[in-house]
């Protein structure tokens, strides 16, 4: 006989909205065991004493290595009108559970999770789930987003770890519910642990001195759950997020080789990062220059060629607008929302600082693009232009995003894989910012007599 002892922390959906965590931690698992017959308001106390306590170190003990999803023991399936949900792991991790509303979403919180294996599909099976997505979300932290069919609730959530194998099931069922009763629930619990990650220093901090280097925010697109642009290739499936990581990285070494920069990056690795703690992270560094690096596909027009993209409330093109409506939805997805920050004072505040900073982003891209002509890459053929992507709303800084080139483009992939053309064009962004420094400089002594 197989002995398997359960050990359950059942939480019911009236909790929910707030993080909801599960330490299997030897000696929380035994008291828990404990007291499973006793009052639901006492596992409920029980899960915020938890909460309050979940500091790294009390995280990581007792465990070893990552935990991995077993795919083949996770699935998502309709019954009596709902959704159950099983996802099998190697062993127990802390978690946490919320919806969000427009479009109607689950969103499970993992302390990191290895996904390998998983397919999106064995989620969406279900007529209830109609879209899943996963993967790093901050570092040290994984997240699974379940698109729903309608309004649901999560009328149950719990966790069983074996007691022999350590293997653990995260069980949710979700039941319909109206839509004024979600509205009611939604909402991500507000944490600073998940947070602004500290910044990354490639060089030390800059001084105050005219002459001193400039720091250059650079900005590697998607990361993590999203994956940007993606190409089956024959060496297997290349992703914008890792192009970009991996161009950014080196445009990064040639800037601060030139003596003339200083850089730092919004993310050093694979993990998700919000298209609003970008541009934070480009305020707390005190960026004099914030560049976002893009590789994305496009259908429309064809797209090919460098493309160097400025603020502006309306695209210039369609194509533009496309770009802008992709980024946006995946960051709505993943579970954040930019419109928060900007209410109506803070526009009116925005606007004015922009007013200052609009001429000195179009002067970097004019001058990003003479760089990057004179290097003689493929560039676009219109290749300055605008569009409202929420990472360029930073006021004070000067900002672009570049399109490097388009992943849908054969051409334009055939380059982004070549280290030869990548030392090129970032060859021409440096060049670029060199001669701009030097014009802005010269403005600015202009402006201040
Ligand atoms: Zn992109």
Same mark, same amino acid.
């Given at each position: ?41 006492? #596992?409920?106390?029980?899960?915020? #004493? ?55 979403? /689950? ?30 979300? /901050? ?21 069983? /770890? ?22 009611? #629930? ?204 929420? /990472? ?58």
């Amino acid at each position: 006989m197989v002995a398997k002892t359960v050990k359950r922390a059942s939480i019911l959906a009236s909790v929910l909205g707030v993080c909801l965590c599960c330490l299997p931690a030897e000696a929380q698992t035994t008291a828990q065991t404990e007291t499973q017959t006793q009052a639901q308001t006492q #596992t409920q106390a029980q899960t915020q #004493t938890q909460v309050q306590a979940l500091a790294p170190s009390s995280l990581t003990q007792g465990f070893s290595g990552l935990a991995r999803v077993d795919a083949a023991e996770t699935f998502a399936r309709d019954r009596r009108g709902g959704v159950d949900i099983a996802i099998a792991m190697s062993q127990g991790v802390p978690f946490r559970v919320f919806t969000l509303a427009d479009p109607e979403r /689950v969103v499970i919180d993992f302390q990191e999770v290895d996904w390998s294996g998983l397919a999106a599909e064995q989620l969406t099976a279900a007529d209830g789930i109609h879209a899943a997505q996963f993967g790093t979300y /901050v570092p040290g932290w994984s997240r699974l987003i379940l698109g729903l069919s309608g309004p649901m609730e999560v009328t149950s959530v719990a966790m069983e /770890v074996d007691e022999v194998t350590a293997a653990a099931q995260l069980d949710l069922r979700l039941t319909p519910t109206s839509a004024s009763a979600f509205a009611a #629930t939604v909402g991500a619990p507000r944490d600073a642990r998940w947070d602004l990650p500290a910044p990354t220093l490639m060089t030390a901090p800059k001084q105050e001195d005219a002459l001193a280097p400039l720091l250059v925010v650079l900005d590697p697109g998607h990361g993590g759950l999203d994956p940007g642009a993606e190409a089956e290739m024959r060496q297997g499936l290349v992703q914008e997020k890792q192009l970009m990581l991996q161009f950014a990285i080196e445009l990064g070494e040639m800037l601060v080789r030139s003596g003339q920069f200083n850089v730092q990056l919004t993310r050093d690795d694979d993990y998700f990062v919000s298209l609003e703690r970008r541009i934070a992270l480009a305020h707390q560094a005190g960026a004099d220059v914030f560049m976002s690096l893009h590789a994305d596909s496009l259908s429309e027009g064809q797209a090919h060629g460098t493309t160097v993209y400025v603020l502006s409330q309306d695209a210039s093109d369609s194509a533009s607008q496309a770009l802008v409506e992709r980024h946006e939805r995946t960051d709505l997805l993943a579970g954040t929302d930019l419109s928060q920050a900007d209410d109506k004072v803070t526009d009116v505040l925005l606007d004015l600082a922009r007013q200052e900073t609009h001429p000195r982003s179009e002067a970097l891209a004019r001058s990003l693009v003479e760089g990057l002509q004179s290097q003689g890459g493929d560039i676009n053929r219109r290749p300055l232009r605008e569009a409202g992507f929420s /990472v360029l709303k930073s006021a004070d800084i000067p900002s672009v995003l570049v399109e490097i080139g388009f992943m849908s483009s054969p051409r334009d992939l055939a380059n982004l894989l070549d280290p030869d053309w990548r030392n090129r064009t970032a060859r021409g962004l440096l060049n670029g910012l060199l001669t701009w420094r030097i014009e802005d400089e010269a403005t600015r002594a202009l402006v201040r007599q």
